[in-house]
């Protein structure tokens, strides 16, 4: 088992919560709506001006930064900062003068301040003094509608809605696909497909395949059941019971058309209601105290996963993890003999950390986390603890 010292966060949990929910990032550009209370801004103001002492400061931290298209708040904290979650801290926005403190868009410029002890980074544009020299200036108002998110969101973004874990394996009493179009194997993007089942709940559906169990490596018990999503579809056309000239019956399945794919359809696949889509936003921090775990999976068909690869952990919400926690990955430490010990006793290494976790989906005893930087291969049962 690994000791370590567990380092306890700088910032209230509090504080966390409203210096994000004032807009250090935004997931989407409708976070300009978002309110501003008395309140809120006053919070904000003490932990943005609050800083980061200068030793936890990147070696190479540059004393400015243009944000550019692509940017995350994430890749930007890494070019300052040794602990990149910790980006509230250090944000010294001037919330007098930048009216919509939400959004932060390409194009602007971050200025490190390293007044006294502590780092800032200040929101503005250069502008040339009368000696010629620049100086930063704070910019007053919004650029267009294209503000940068705390988080890689396109490659979380797919998973937020379409990797489910469920309970119990309830799919397999939801609608199914019984039938192809004539000559299809598998279904394409636009093809038709033909199921039975109550269709009425939706007009819209998710199409998944036989889900799968995910046990806890440590304890073996089940978790729940990891539906592997397929595709979504429409519902075109209400099935019918026919009665025939004989007396009998036939039966007419509903037919649906395939809208999106993420692989060909099958016969066999299950279909749900497809949910509202999740643009909730969230940023990157540390758990508030201890936290420890195993990697159930990898998500797909891969045995190994590498950085911007999801993987599903055996904690969930019953266990204290949100959307937006970060993790550290660990190596465990291989058994190798003591060669310079007469009686070749068997030792074991010490445990390497080597990677760092984001989680985006969390469900009761399981969630869903980002790979967001690796040195080696991540497989099931793999170790990760709090940062």
Do not use: C
């Not at 192809?180 to 998710?206: H, P």
């Not at 936290?291 to 690869?309: C, E, F, P, T």
Request: aromatic fraction near 6%; glycine fraction near 8%.
């Amino acid at each position: 088992m690994m000791s370590r010292t567990v380092r306890q966060p700088l910032l209230r949990r509090s504080s966390w919560v409203v210096a994000f929910s004032l807009g250090l990032a935004a997931a989407s550009a409708g976070a300009a709506t978002w309110p501003v209370t008395p309140g809120q801004r006053s919070t904000a103001q003490q932990v943005a001006e609050a800083g980061v002492p200068l030793s936890e400061l990147a070696p190479n931290a540059p004393d400015s930064y243009t944000v550019k298209r692509g940017d995350t708040l994430w890749d930007i904290s890494k070019i300052f900062l040794k602990t990149p979650w910790r980006w509230p801290e250090l944000w010294g926005m001037n919330l007098d003068q930048i009216r919509n403190p939400h959004l932060i868009y390409p194009g602007q410029v971050l200025y490190l301040d390293k007044t006294g002890d502590r780092a800032r980074l200040r929101l503005g544009k250069p502008i040339e003094t009368q000696d010629g020299k620049l100086s930063p200036r704070v910019r007053a108002e919004p650029l267009p509608d294209d503000a940068i998110a705390s988080v890689p969101m396109h490659l979380i973004g797919p998973f937020l809605n379409d990797a489910i874990v469920l309970d119990s394996n309830t799919l397999e009493t939801a609608p199914r696909v019984v039938a192809t179009q004539e000559g299809r194997v598998l279904v394409s993007k636009g093809e038709n497909a033909y199921v039975r089942g109550d269709l009425s709940a939706a007009r819209n559906w998710q199409l998944f395949r036989e889900p799968k169990p995910l046990i806890d490596p440590t304890t073996n018990e089940l978790l729940g059941f990891e539906a592997r999503y397929v595709g979504t579809a429409e519902y075109t056309r209400p099935g019918e019971i026919r009665a025939l000239p004989d007396g009998k019956s036939e039966i007419v399945p509903s037919t649906i058309t395939v809208t999106n794919l993420r692989e060909e359809a099958n016969i066999g696949d299950r279909l749900s209601p497809a949910p509202a889509r999740d643009v909730e936003a969230f940023a990157p921090h540390s758990p508030g105290g201890p936290m420890s775990g195993r990697i159930i999976s990898v998500y797909g068909d891969g045995l190994n996963a590498g950085q911007n690869q999801i993987v599903s952990i055996n904690r969930g919400a019953r266990d204290g993890v949100e959307r937006g926690h970060v993790l550290a990955l660990w190596r465990a430490g291989t058994q190798r003999v003591d060669t310079t010990d007469e009686a070749k006793a068997m030792i074991r290494l010490p445990d390497e950390r080597h990677g760092l976790l984001f989680v985006f989906r969390v469900f009761e005893r399981v969630s869903y986390a980002l790979i967001l930087q690796v040195k080696d291969p991540v497989s099931a049962g793999d170790l990760f603890t709090e940062p």
